[in-house]
């Protein structure tokens, strides 16, 4: 894994049994499906979901995530390796790493899971910080 100086970090809320977007993009323009390799993880040791020469696998992935966590194929040749985590519970916060192999940076981001029933979605921010700027897409679905 290339490990950069700074990283770029974002923070992203989400509610108990809702789904949150965890942005990853590389600025590598040009891709190939054979070098395509991402790997997310929560906190540093759960394998959420791997990108595997540009095809999504789930071979060793943790059970907490099966049929929970997805990616957009289609946006793989874009650089665009967010990850989309459905029915969200309180153990899914934390740190999420997206390692990027073959590109120069590997964003972190932060997800909050909120768990009071009148959560209002409107009011979800995301927040960008550390060293590098973040663009991030937000959807509400």
Avoid at 13 to 24: I, M, R, T, W, Y
Avoid at 54 to 59: A, D, I, Q, Y
Avoid at 116 to 128: E, K, M, Y
Avoid at 132 to 139: K, T
Wanted: glycine share 6%; with cysteine.
């Amino acid at each position: 894994f290339y490990y950069p100086q700074h990283e770029s970090q974002v923070t992203v809320e989400g509610k108990v049994g809702g789904s949150a977007v965890l942005p990853c993009s590389s600025i590598d323009n040009g891709l190939k499906n054979e070098d395509i390799t991402v790997y997310w993880r929560h906190n540093s040791s759960q394998n959420v979901y791997d990108i595997i020469e540009g095809k999504g696998s789930v071979e060793k992935q943790d059970p907490a995530y099966q049929n929970r966590a997805e990616t957009f194929p289609k946006e793989y040749m874009k650089g665009n390796f967010s990850l989309k985590l459905n029915n969200l519970q309180y153990n899914d916060a934390g740190n999420y790493i997206c390692y990027i192999t073959k590109a120069h940076q590997n964003p972190s981001t932060q997800l909050f899971v909120k768990g009071f029933a009148f959560w209002d979605r409107r009011l979800s921010q995301v927040h960008t910080s550390h060293f590098l700027p973040a663009i991030v897409r937000c959807r509400l679905e």
